[in-house]
Nanobody
Framework: QVQLTESGGGLARPGDSLKLSCAAS????????VAWFRQAPGQEREFVAA??????RYSDSVKGRFTISRDNWENTVSLQMDSLKPEDTAVYYCAARHTSILRYGPEDYDHWGQGTEVTVSS
């Protein structure tokens, strides 16, 4: 079972950038769909971005500001977050599923990291 470990969260000001990273323990990581989700206080967990081989997808709320990338040699996936807004404040989770199909619901993923907190505030 793949284990996922996030890092890189923290406090940022509006307009700043942060980069989150997720390290996976499985050497067949290239065969996983990997996604980032986030959950703000009192809110449901929501899809942010996903990556399957050379295909990426983003939620409308982050499209053009966030970039998901993966390094299958290093078994890592990153989320570059630019032009941060206060509404980006949430706990961010890395998720993975051994599948070839991009999926967008948290119920579609069976491996999760512990989460990393991002706070955007002036």
């Amino acid at each position: 079972q793949v284990q996922l470990t996030e890092s890189g969260g923290g406090l940022a000001r509006p307009g700043d950038s942060l980069k989150l990273s997720c390290a996976a323990s499985d050497r067949t990581f290239a065969n996983y769909v990997v996604a980032w989700f986030r959950q703000a206080p009192g809110q449901e967990r929501e899809f942010v971005a996903a990556s399957r081989r050379d295909t990426t997808r983003y939620s409308d709320s982050v499209k053009g500001r966030f970039t998901i990338s993966r390094d299958n040699w290093e078994n890592t996936v990153s989320l570059q977050m630019d032009s941060l807004k206060p509404e980006d404040t949430a706990v961010y989770y890395c998720a993975a599923r051994h599948t070839s199909i991009l999926r967008y619901g948290p119920e579609d993923y069976d491996h999760w990291g512990q989460g990393t907190e991002v706070t955007v505030s002036s």
